[in-house]
């Protein structure tokens, strides 16, 4: 069955971390996915041929709620990575492993929020949790996409996923989805400025990769989210607008012909 990897924002209230006698780091909560809708090359998409999308195109996903919620307890007990492989019991790689999340696994449907406590018991990967060198998660899982096009909170999407089942974790420094901040009392947010250039070159960017559709609703969020028409500097609007930024970062990784995304 084939796979898709998911990143999700990692940033810890310093309350929420404890660290043991034996030098290993807990956290009490983490937000490990939420329901939403996100962007996906074609080709990350299972079943994407049998679909007829275009290669290196855009297309956007809903995670749903009710799907997130029949795969809590998948969740549980998952190896955290040090980099995107799938294990099995029979295919363990033991030198992949970090960590473990917890067996708290827990969907809350108010805020669509898929959360669970974590233990770190590898150095390195401590540090870079600590000094924010690995401040997101991505979340390694399978699911079945189905063509269900349709719109969630506003924002359109032409395909659903279902039937999720959680493989793994790893630790990261950019997330996909946005929003999943553990402990928000202290987010490490930085009052940076993206200003009326930066934005023009993100919707450049965007507009050949994803469809009409979706751009319009891309569009449209950021525009709600600008209070002042030429810079973006409020914290909500921050935190809607990094996502989009960080995944543009990313597709520009991947394709290296394509123009680069700047943040200041």
């Known amino acids: 069955m084939p796979k898709l990897f998911a990143g999700d924002r990692l940033a810890f209230d310093r309350s929420l971390r404890t660290v043991d006698v034996q030098g290993r780091l807990h956290v009490a909560s983490s937000v490990l996915t939420r329901a939403c809708v996100s962007q996906y090359v074609a080709e990350e998409i299972p079943g994407w041929q049998q679909f007829g999308l275009t290669p290196g195109r855009m297309y956007s996903l809903l995670r749903p709620g009710d799907e997130l919620e ?18 099995t019991a029979s295919n363990h790689k033991p030198d992949m492993v970090i960590g473990a999340t917890g067996s708290d696994a827990a ?3 108010s805020t ?7 233990v770190i018991w590898d150095q390195a990967a401590i540090d870079a949790i ?5 401040k997101s ?8 996409a189905r063509m269900q096009p349709g719109s969630y909170r506003g924002q359109p999407h032409s395909l659903t996923m279902t039937q999720i ?17 553990v402990g928000d009392a202290n987010p490490d947010w930085k009052d940076t400025q993206m200003n009326s250039d930066d934005i023009a070159k993100l919707l450049t960017f965007l507009r050949d990769k994803l469809e009409p559709d979706d751009y319009s609703a891309v569009e449209t ?12 500097t409020a914290m909500d609007a921050r935190r809607r607008a990094v996502a989009l930024v960080a995944g543009a970062a ?3 990784k991947r394709h290296p012909g394509l123009a680069r995304i700047r943040r200041r």
């Not at 029949?70 to 294990?87: N, Q």
């Not at 998660?137 to 079945?144: I, M, Q």
């Not at 089942?165 to 901040?181: D, M, Q, Y």
Request: hydrophobic share 35%.
């Open 137 to 144: 998660l991505s979340c390694g899982y399978r699911y079945v």
């Open 165 to 181: 089942k959680a493989n793994h974790l790893v630790t990261c420094s950019e997330p996909r989805v946005s929003g999943a901040i």
């Open 221 to 232: 969020m950021i525009a709600e989210s600008t209070q002042d028409p030429a810079v973006i």
């Open 112 to 118: 669509g929020e898929l959360t669970n406590s974590l």
């Open 107 to 109: 969907f809350n449907p």
């Open 250 to 252: 990313d597709i520009a």
């Open 130 to 134: 600590q000094n924010g060198t690995a």
């Open 70 to 87: 029949k795969a809590v307890s998948t969740f549980d007990r998952l190896p955290i990575l040090r980099d995107h492989t799938e294990v």
